[in-house]
């Protein structure tokens, strides 16, 4: 299993097998593939990389876990459905909305973090802006009173981990005994829910808006997080590109540094990527941090250059029915953060960069620790 994507080379072929399944890295083709959905089923895309063992399943189990097709997962027809329910929620005008708050709290938590470093701290930025923000803001957005943010995040990472990662049988006995009693609170959250969850609990029952919540709560804010820090931390280095407009940089970041490096699709009958023929059943790795960097997506497509052209041609959003509902909030967020961030960053040194474990799709860098430079 190609776990770890951002450490390797993008390859020459834009189709090859490797590791027991097909990778997709040319842009075109991997754009074409999560479109398709007469060919391409979505089916495996929240389905465990590393099998469950039968301890962490009785331990899920144990707490009525269950992830029905709802969001990413979900080639029903009910698809549609659902999707336009809580794409309602995260339309344009809504998600402008919250633009003023948005900058009051961004502006907030960096005076915060400016008073850490001036005292002499050494300040985690992913624990104090990127943890914080993006979870608050989805919260405001959904209408969830989310306090208990350290749970949150850890059931999200525990989530991620414990379905993307590749954890021994030991450690993923561990991550089942985050998620599924965080699952059941979520049960007790979609109960008392207002707006798209209750439209969904009404209409599609207890497991499937509990397993919406579930995919909105660990994607809508989990993946703005990780590219928060992965920007900062670019930005920290290379303190130039800050010269640039936030949108600008914002764009840039997504392309050479998606938070999701890969997604995956499985073949719905015996068809051909761009030649290349697939059988019914194989799975397909879309490789979405090397279709940032095809040639001809951009005019510089290996350099972090704010504002050239093909800058927003990536795919860190996804493609087609399933393309990320949340992607206006997430630019929005990264957006406001680089902004107040903008004059401190320049003055910092990184002490810790940060460092990604073992994932197949997520990049979850661990703490990012900043000093002010002397």
């Known amino acids: 299993m190609l776990f770890e994507l951002w450490k390797h080379p993008r390859p020459d072929a834009p189709?090859?097998?490797r590791d027991g399944q097909v990778v997709v890295s040319s842009h075109r083709l991997a754009k074409q593939v999560l479109a398709d959905r007469e060919r391409f089923s979505a089916a495996n895309a929240l389905d465990?990389?590393?099998p469950i063992p039968a301890g962490a399943?009785?331990?899920?189990?144990?707490?009525?876990?269950?992830?029905?097709?709802?969001?990413?997962?979900?080639?029903?027809?009910?698809?549609?459905?659902?999707?336009?329910?809580?794409?309602?929620?995260?339309?344009?005008?809504?998600?402008?909305?919250?633009?003023?708050?948005?900058?009051?709290?961004?502006?907030?938590?960096?005076?915060?973090?400016?008073?850490?470093?001036?005292?002499?701290?050494?300040?985690d930025v992913d624990a104090a802006v990127s943890s914080e923000i993006p979870l608050a803001a989805l919260a405001r957005l959904l209408g969830l009173e989310v306090e208990a943010a350290v749970a949150v995040k850890r059931f999200s990472r525990a989530a991620l981990e414990l379905f993307w990662g590749d954890?021994?049988?030991?450690?993923?006995?561990?991550?089942?005994?985050?998620?599924?009693?965080?699952?059941?609170?979520?049960?007790?959250?979609?109960?008392?829910?207002?707006?798209?969850?209750?439209l969904?609990?009404?209409?599609?029952g207890e497991d499937a808006a509990t397993a919406a919540l579930f995919f909105l709560l660990v994607a809508g804010q989990e993946t703005t997080s990780q590219f928060l820090t992965l920007l900062l931390h670019r930005l920290v280095e290379e303190p130039a590109l800050l010269e640039?407009?936030?949108?600008?940089?914002?764009?840039?970041?997504l392309r050479l540094l998606p938070p999701i490096t890969s997604w995956r699709r499985v073949v719905k009958r015996d068809t051909d990527i761009g030649g290349f023929e697939v059988r019914a059943g194989e799975s397909v790795l879309v490789w979405l941090g090397a279709a940032g960097v095809d040639e001809g997506v951009a005019e510089c497509p290996m350099r972090m250059v704010p504002g050239q052209r093909g800058s927003r041609r990536h795919?860190?959003?996804?493609?087609?029915?399933?393309r990320c509902l949340g992607s206006q909030l997430s630019r929005l967020e990264a957006e406001v953060v680089v902004a107040e961030l903008a004059p401190l960053l320049p003055r910092c040194r990184v002490v810790a960069?940060?460092?990604?474990?073992?994932?197949?799709?997520?990049?979850?860098?661990?703490?990012?620790v900043v000093r002010l430079a002397a």
């Open 57 to 123: 399943l009785r331990e899920l189990t144990r707490h009525r876990f269950r992830l029905p097709a709802t969001l990413a997962n979900n080639d029903s027809d009910s698809h549609e459905q659902i999707r336009a329910a809580f794409g309602a929620v995260f339309a344009p005008a809504n998600v402008e909305a919250l633009r003023p708050w948005l900058q009051g709290l961004a502006r907030r938590t960096a005076a915060g973090v400016a008073w850490r470093l001036r005292a002499g701290e050494a300040v």
């Open 48 to 50: 465990a990389v590393t």
């Open 244 to 253: 640039s407009e936030p949108a600008a940089i914002v764009e840039e970041g």
């Open 315 to 322: 795919l860190a959003f996804g493609a087609g029915a399933h």
């Open 353 to 368: 960069a940060p460092v990604s474990e073992p994932n197949l799709s997520f990049r979850m860098p661990s703490p990012l």
């Open 15 to 17: 189709v090859l097998r």
């Open 200 to 204: 969904l609990l009404e209409e599609h």
């Open 167 to 198: 954890p021994s049988p030991e450690r993923q006995r561990e991550l089942a005994a985050v998620v599924g009693p965080f699952h059941a609170l979520l049960r007790s959250w979609t109960a008392g829910s207002t707006g798209a969850t209750r």
